[in-house]
């Protein structure tokens, strides 16, 4: 028999706990609930009021994975959900993670957690973080991302604009900025400008366009994410992957001293002790007080290149980045 579990006066049925979900260290479904439960409080502030897409993979990262904004058949009728407007006007109902009870029910489904850069009590679209997602293709590493991160930042800050780091979970790293609240597509035209900008000053190490030919050895400097149909990994959210790895905040200091691709690689045990150590590093982005508006005039807010058209896609976050 299954055992309950009840969180905060809400009963859970948790089953297969003793599962292993991570073969390469042999992490099972009970362990990471309990490393959830111990980064509730940082991972439900990034995820709060946002309608979350899910990348599943019950059976670990070597079985079926698929993605999900519909909630899940058999979703409690005390999760939140919130109607979201998609292509051509359509809606459908998508799940918010509000509270503790939420996040248990969500992380027995085993689940990576993907979120807008949006929040759905400003609005569909009215977007509050402006996100670029760093990709390296190999034999590129986070080591190369390293130095792309470091001149965004610089590149950001010369617009007021303040970034804050963490790794993808996978690959690359992640560059979070908060902004005052500014339709989706006005921030991708001004990321869009940003990654040309960033490709221009380092034609030997970066790309801005999809294309796989052009990929290898270079980093993909991934603006569409901030486009409204558009989610990335949470902060704080298990990979699928075969160990457990983690979305983690970190450092610039960190970023600038990587020189191997494990200084920047956290699995869940690692999460409570950096915790303890920094707090949330990401804390600022909850700070209303810290957005700041995208530049306006030549370069800003509002202005697109008309290329690629990324923006318009939907997608279901970033698999595997």
């Keep these: 028999m299954s055992p309950i579990a009840e969180v905060e006066g809400r009963r859970i ?3 297969n706990l003793d599962k292993v979900i991570h073969p390469a260290t042999g992490t099972t479904k009970g362990e990471l609930l309990h490393y959830l439960a111990s980064a509730a409080d940082p991972l439900l502030g990034h995820l709060h009021g ?15 994975k698929f993605f999900t904004k519909n909630p899940p058949p058999g979703t409690p009728s005390w999760v939140t959900t919130a109607e979201v407007t998609r292509h051509k006007g359509e809606t459908a109902e998508q799940v918010l993670i509000q509270d503790l009870p939420s996040l248990m029910w969500a992380a027995n489904l085993v689940v990576e957690l993907h979120a807008p850069m949006w929040r759905i009590d400003q609005g569909v679209g009215i977007a509050d973080r402006l996100v670029f997602d760093l990709d390296p293709g190999p034999p590129a590493t986070i080591v190369d991302c390293r130095v ?9 800050s010369a617009d007021g604009l303040t970034a804050y780091a963490k790794t993808s979970g996978s690959k690359g790293l992640h560059l979070l ?9 006005q921030i991708t035209a001004y990321a869009r400008r ?9 034609p030997d190490l970066v790309i801005r366009k999809m294309t796989r030919a052009l990929r290898p050895g270079k980093v993909y ?4 994410q901030n486009a409204a149909a558009k989610t990335t ?15 983690t905040p970190v450092t610039w200091e960190e970023v600038e001293e990587c020189r191997a691709p494990a200084a920047l690689s956290f699995l869940i045990d690692d999460i409570p002790a950096r915790l303890e150590r920094h707090g949330d ?7 209303p007080a810290q957005a700041r508006p995208l530049p306006t005039g030549e370069g800003g807010a509002g202005e697109g290149d008309g290329e690629d058209g990324e923006e318009d896609a939907d997608d279901e976050g970033t698999v595997g980045r």
Excluded: H, I, K
């Design 233 to 247: 990994a949470a902060p704080y959210t298990p990979r699928a992957l075969p160990e457990p790895a983690v979305s």
């Design 148 to 156: 792309v991160a470091v001149w965004l930042r610089e590149r950001l």
């Design 50 to 64: 946002r309608p979350l897409a899910f990348l599943r993979y019950p059976d670990g990262p070597d079985g079926q």
């Design 221 to 224: 400097v991934d603006f569409s």
């Design 281 to 287: 590093l990401l804390a600022p982005l909850l700070d």
């Design 177 to 185: 900025v908060p902004v005052e609240p500014t339709p989706s597509r």
């Design 13 to 15: 049925t948790l089953r």
């Design 194 to 202: 940003l990654a040309l900008e960033a490709a221009n000053a380092m």
